[in-house]
Nanobody, 124 residues
């Protein structure tokens, strides 16, 4: 049974930082592209960042370039999202997702598995 479990969300002031983690189990982690998506109230699910199964390619939404960094530790089956210089518009539920042998797509429909999400709230 595949499980993706996000952690690290919370409440932070604008300009602050958070580090999200996604612990994966039940799959061969290094065979999966991984992505971080977010969904704010009343809005669609948006790809924030993604990384290919090899780690060789990444995708960053324009809104987070220079502020967010995705990384993966295949030995620990864990995906990370370092978020710096947070803004109120970053407030959303953040989900990690896995796509078998993917290249780090921004298209949510390509992903096979999803976590339950973790809330990130940035106050102004």
């Amino acid at each position: 049974q595949v499980q993706l479990v996000e952690s690290g969300g919370g409440l932070v002031q604008a300009g602050g930082s958070l580090r999200l983690s996604c612990a994966a189990s039940g799959l061969t982690f290094d065979s999966y592209a991984m992505g971080w998506f977010r969904q704010a109230p009343g809005k669609g699910r948006e790809c924030v960042v993604a990384i290919s199964w090899s780690g060789g390619s990444t995708y960053y939404a324009d809104s987070v370039k220079g502020r967010f960094t995705i990384s993966r530790d295949n030995a620990k089956n864990t995906l990370y999202l370092q978020m710096n210089s947070l803004k109120p518009e970053d407030t959303a539920v953040y989900y990690c997702a896995a796509e078998h042998r993917g290249h780090g797509s921004s298209w949510y429909a390509k992903y096979d598995y999803w976590g339950q999400g973790t809330q990130v709230t940035v106050s102004s």
